[in-house]
């Protein structure tokens, strides 16, 4: 890309006029690291999305160790937090950000098992466990408990486009409860006309009432699951990224443990007619050599599972 066109597309997200991903994380469960995970990365669930003046990660894995203080350099920071399970804040206490002092950063989320925002944060750091609260951090950290509506109307084409739950910036933000153990929230962030569905711990059953990746009925969590509202909610997304941790085989002995399979995230894709599908939270075990074979068996320049660095700009 020449150096015009790079200015060009940086002017533009600056301006609001375009919607950036860089994938700072992408494995599941535990981080990992070594050669056979150099191409898709060790790092745990950490999205970054800029528009405008907006710095927006979703999770705080470890991949939000590789934001340094230059990276987010001038804009404000938010970090959208899908659940408070560890893979997804074990990286809080490193981001740079936290130790530049008046800088304020705002961590958004829902109540969880009865359980505020903060105190979801906070019981996972503080003393014996870690060293100090992140409230003795130099910057300024805010808690925003945000609340979802569930929707219904599968004939919607743009989620809430009316009411988003959060607007930062130029960026409009919703939410949307998927099946995972404890509860998960997927986030829709739209932009000057572009969005990026990102839906990480979901195990999500096949779109239409068809039966789950193992051939069985969903189980008793996906009950409550709002199929005909997450097809609206993902619906004309350009760029979705989903779940699939496991292969159909896999999923087999692990029905229950809260993930997908890239069978189940590209008939979602296909029924909501998302452009691009990322498969993301990739398990611990699947090396280079697993996702490389497994993304040429899929075989389509539409569908890729996320790669360490990876960046997608929608202007």
């Known amino acids: ?34 050669e056979r995970f150099h191409e898709y990365g060790g790092a745990t669930t950490c999205f970054l999305i800029e528009a405008g003046e907006q710095a927006v990660f979703v999770d705080a894995g470890t991949g939000i160790i590789a934001a340094d203080a230059e990276m987010v ?91 988003p739950m959060l607007r930062l910036g130029h960026m409009e933000i919703d939410g949307f409860e998927v099946p995972h153990p404890g509860g998960c929230t997927a986030y829709r962030i739209r932009s000057a006309g572009r969005s990026i569905v990102i839906a990480t711990d979901a195990e999500l059953p096949f779109p239409g009432g068809r039966s789950d990746a193992a051939g069985q009925p969903p189980d008793e969590g996906a009950d409550t699951f709002d199929a005909d509202g997450f097809l609206a909610f993902i619906r004309g997304a350009d760029l979705m990224l989903c779940d699939s941790q496991y292969t159909d085989a896999e999923y087999a002995v692990k029905k229950g443990y809260g993930h997908s399979t890239p069978s189940v995230a590209f008939a979602w894709k296909e029924a909501a007619g998302v452009k691009e599908l990322l498969l993301v939270h990739h398990d611990p075990t699947h090396d280079d050599e697993f996702l490389d074979a497994w993304e040429r068996q899929i075989g389509r320049p539409d569908v890729h599972f996320a790669r360490r660095g990876d960046r997608r700009r929608l202007i």
Not at 9 to 30: F, M, P, Q
Not at 84 to 96: C, E, N, S
Request: hydrophobic fraction near 30%.
């Open 73 to 163: 350099a001038g804009k404000e920071i938010s970090i959208l937090l899908t659940h408070p399970h560890i893979d997804h804040l074990a990286g809080l206490p490193f981001f740079a950000p936290l130790s530049e002092k008046e800088r304020r950063i705002s961590v958004y989320g829902t109540q969880r098992g009865g359980s505020s925002l903060r105190e979801q944060v906070d019981a996972l750091y503080r003393p014996p466990y870690w060293p100090l609260g992140l409230s003795a951090y130099p910057s300024d950290i805010e808690y925003h408990t945000i609340r979802y509506q569930t929707i219904s109307n599968s004939d919607r084409s743009e989620a809430s486009a009316e009411t």
């Open 1 to 34: 890309m020449k150096e015009n066109d790079i200015n060009r597309i940086n002017g533009d997200l600056n301006s609001g006029k375009g919607i950036c991903l860089t994938v700072l994380g992408a494995r599941g469960s535990v981080p990992v690291h070594g």
